[in-house]
């Protein structure tokens, strides 16, 4: 069963995370995915957008990857913006490549996914927005 993250842990999580890979990053403006990306930049993150829409090179003026695996660094919290029935794969990506975290924007959640990254030991978070709580949290 899956357990909410506390805000003790959520705090932990979010002060030692240094790379977050945002997968289903957008260079539209207009979405919640762009601005966030930029809001994590701005945050002092290494923030990585990920999409394999060819069309995409660039977010925020960071190069776009097509995948988790095309991280060339260890990612600590996959943020995902995608809709809710890609998150299972999504977290078995994370799991394959060592994530720390997944962290599942608003309305992204899965229980099958939250059993299979807890038991990898990955941290969970769903259904929340990660711009959103490092305010909350007065980390940003």
């Known amino acids: 069963m899956f357990a909410a993250i506390s805000d003790a842990a959520l705090i932990e999580l979010l002060r030692s995370a240094r790379t977050i890979a945002v997968v289903g990053a957008s260079g539209n403006l207009a979405r919640a995915s762009y601005n966030v990306l930029g809001f994590l930049l701005q945050a002092g993150y290494d923030a ?15 190069p776009v990857v097509d995948t988790l ?14 809709r809710r029935d ?3 794969g999504v977290t078995e990506e994370a799991v394959s490549v060592g994530a720390k975290a997944v962290w599942g924007q608003l309305g992204v959640y ?5 059993a299979l990254a807890q038991q990898a030991g990955l941290t969970v978070v769903m259904d929340r927005c990660i ?10």
């Open 48 to 62: 990585i957008p990920v999409n394999p829409d060819p069309s995409l090179s660039a977010v925020h003026g960071v």
């Open 110 to 114: 899965d229980p099958k996914a939250a």
């Open 131 to 140: 711009k959103t709580e490092l305010i909350r949290l007065g980390l940003a």
């Open 86 to 88: 890609s998150f299972l």
């Open 69 to 82: 695996a095309q991280v060339d660094r260890a990612i600590d919290i996959v943020d995902v913006f995608r």
